[in-house]
């Protein structure tokens, strides 16, 4: 059986927690800032959870995360 090739887009994006979640970046946090207030600006800042429709797929694109 060969190995598996991990997706690197995925591999970048995504970090695994201690408790074997997947941690991400928020969105929207580009360009076109000016319009959002502080308080959006700044929680998207923090780290969140991938939402647990999305894991599956996510660990199938990172086998070795």
């Known amino acids: 059986m060969p190995k598996v090739k991990t997706k ?3 591999a970048k994006r995504f970090k695994l927690t201690g408790t074997g ?3 991400r970046n928020k969105a929207y946090k580009r360009h076109i800032l000016t319009k959002k207030s502080a308080k ?3 929680n998207l800042r ?3 959870m991938t939402d647990a429709s ?3 797929n996510m660990k199938k694109l990172t086998p070795y995360l």
């Open 8 to 10: 690197r887009a995925a």
């Open 21 to 23: 979640k997947l941690k």
């Open 40 to 42: 959006t600006k700044r």
């Open 46 to 48: 923090k780290p969140t």
């Open 54 to 56: 999305n894991v599956k």
